[in-house]
């Protein structure tokens, strides 16, 4: 097949090169301010050989963990719907002869009724991608930059030329946190040489005006990265991303802005994973799949026929609509259950948290407590029998 060519195909190409400007011009930038911090305020300006080696060690730390998550977050595709979110072509040509409205809704809603899918757009109706032609998952969105469904996008970013969503959200984190430290760090050492270029303490060469833009450009970048780090700290503490902070999720009982919080530890696991050691590094350890997100909020859901709890009020307003229970993946059980919080709670503690989670968790916790059990009887019986031997 040959590549598009034409007016609009140069146009776009185009366009997606101008897309590079941004991360060009903070590159250029990044590029002089190592210029500018190792080799005129270091090599040239420190007279003295301890600071001067500490800062240059320390200077390099902070420099390799910023390139290197300004890296991922750049180059990290954005996750797309997995192939099951797609309309096959049978379904393709059905939806397109479908007026819009109901009947392309019932078409969607049986196409929907096995996927994960909990969130529903503003009238109710299941999320649908025209461009993409796919079932929307919890949380996707399409991205009218790159021309894609991104699972859990965040929002796109021109700094990096990148959606931040799912495979790089915790890379543009640890992007921005040490950013912040790197500026931070360079206008912690760089003060006593600005004072000095101020009261004329400094040799008159040009390492000085180096020195005076070094500390003017990482004050006022440690300034607008701190309120943006500050603000994505409390999405992630929220597990909200920058698109449902403006608009809240959509589930079938309504709208619920916290409707895929877990907590503050859960959250912070989702994004930066079970082991502690690789959160500060920019290697992909986000739980999930990106396509499915739990929430406590699904056997609120009338799809979730037989949940244990059954008193809820949503659940007794719902319209008619019968699904089947949605399976949950490993990595939403695993964020969802705490098998250490039942084993230690008193019966009705346990029974109003067993009461909030999903019948196909429910199922499974209640499975593993008979085993349990019997487990604890045959240990007894052993015991008994290894006394009256
Ligand atoms: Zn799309
Ligand atoms: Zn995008």
Not at 172 to 187: N, R, T
């Amino acid at each position: 097949m040959m590549a598009p060519s034409g007016p609009s195909s140069v146009k776009r190409r185009c366009r997606r090169c101008l897309y590079w400007i941004p991360v060009l011009f903070i590159s250029i930038i990044v590029c002089w301010s190592y210029y500018a911090y190792v080799i005129q305020l270091c090599i040239v300006s420190m007279d003295n050989i301890g600071e001067k080696v500490l800062c240059l060690i320390a200077y390099h730390f902070f420099v390799l963990l910023f390139v290197w998550s300004y890296w991922k977050t750049i180059f990290t595709l954005p996750m797309n719907p997995t192939k099951e979110f797609h309309l096959s072509y049978a379904d393709k040509e059905l939806i397109e002869r479908e007026p819009r409205g109901e009947s392309q809704q019932d078409v969607l809603r049986r196409l929907a009724k096995d996927l994960p899918v909990y969130t529903r757009t503003m009238s109710g109706a299941i999320r649908y991608c025209d461009r993409c032609q796919l079932v929307k998952p919890d949380r996707c969105h399409h991205c009218s930059v790159c021309d894609k469904c991104i699972l859990k996008m965040d929002h796109h970013c021109p700094w990096v030329n990148n959606c931040v969503g799912f495979s790089n959200y915790k890379f543009f984190l640890l992007f921005l946190a040490y950013s912040l430290l790197y500026c931070l760090f360079i206008v912690a050492t760089d003060l006593q040489y600005f004072i000095k270029f101020w009261t004329n303490g400094l040799p008159d060469t040009q390492a000085k005006f180096h020195i005076m833009f070094l500390f003017f450009a990482a004050a006022m970048f440690s300034v607008s990265l701190s309120s943006l780090f500050g603000y994505h700290c409390w999405l992630v503490c929220k597990n909200r991303s920058t698109l449902e902070a403006f608009r809240s999720p959509v589930f079938r009982h309504g709208t619920d802005k916290n409707g895929f919080s877990l907590g503050f530890s859960k959250n912070l696991r989702q994004v930066f994973g079970d082991e502690k050691k690789y959160w500060l590094l920019p290697i992909f350890t986000s739980l999930g799949d990106g396509c499915s997100f739990p929430t406590c909020l699904v056997n609120q859901d009338p799809e979730q026929a037989s949940t244990p709890s059954g008193t809820n009020a949503a659940a007794k307003s719902a319209d008619n609509h019968q699904f089947p229970a949605k399976p949950l993946r490993e990595s939403q059980s695993h964020l969802l259950t705490d098998s250490q919080s039942w084993t230690e709670s008193s019966c009705n503690e346990e029974k109003g948290k067993l009461g909030k989670m999903p019948d196909i968790i429910y199922r499974v916790v209640l499975s593993c407590r008979k085993h349990y059990i019997f487990d604890a009887h045959i240990h007894i019986l052993k015991c008994h029998k290894t006394v009256l031997l």
